[in-house]
């Protein structure tokens, strides 16, 4: 199957997608506070440029909620979802998938963990569906470094495309005249 390049990460056609950062997963990971930093700052990014967001969690029961660092930005308003799954894949998980549909976009941009499992799986899901895909390698880790880097080596292949942060705060806002630069700019400094 071949796929077209994907194009600059536009905020009128991507959502956010925040995978599995929760309280008893996420400090076992290599980076636990590169994750949590950058993630806030993508989900207040996409808050503040109207990018929806879906947050994912895996089996809360026994994995916890969502971390506060994420919870706290995600504020009030439709624009946002956190949904349960038992799948690795979010985008097998029939009410993800089901929000994703509704919301008429077709680049997802991708953080969480672990990388190797959860992120990879719905990334090359939702790319074999035909969805640009971005995975943050900034705001994603794994418990072994080795683990992270055989997703990020594997996701090129995919067509899945590694990057950073601040590109996907620079693409979404794509103008200097664009009316949250100011606030961007904040998250960047």
Request: overall charge neutral; glycine content about 6%.
């Amino acid at each position: 199957m071949s796929f077209a390049a994907p194009s600059l990460i536009d905020a009128a056609r991507s959502v956010l997608i925040v995978v599995d950062i929760q309280e008893r997963l996420c400090p076992v990971m290599t980076d636990p506070r590169g994750v949590l930093f950058n993630g806030a700052r993508l989900v207040r990014g996409a808050k503040r440029l109207g990018v929806p967001v879906v947050v994912t969690e895996q089996y809360p029961k026994g994995l916890g909620p969502t971390m506060h660092d994420i919870v706290s930005e995600l504020g009030d308003g439709a624009s946002s979802a956190v949904i349960e799954k038992t799948r690795f894949s979010a985008a097998a998980e029939p009410l993800v998938r089901q929000h994703l549909e509704s919301l008429g976009r077709r680049q997802a941009v991708i953080c969480g963990i672990e990388a190797h499992v959860c992120v990879a799986q719905t990334a090359i899901d939702l790319r074999a569906s035909g969805w640009e895909v971005f995975v943050v390698t900034d705001a994603c880790s794994s418990r072994r470094p080795e683990s992270l880097t055989a997703a990020l080596t594997r996701f090129p292949a995919a067509g899945v495309v590694p990057v950073i942060t601040e590109m996907v705060l620079f693409e979404w806002l794509a103008d200097k005249n664009n009316d949250g630069f100011k606030d961007i700019m904040s998250l960047v400094r």
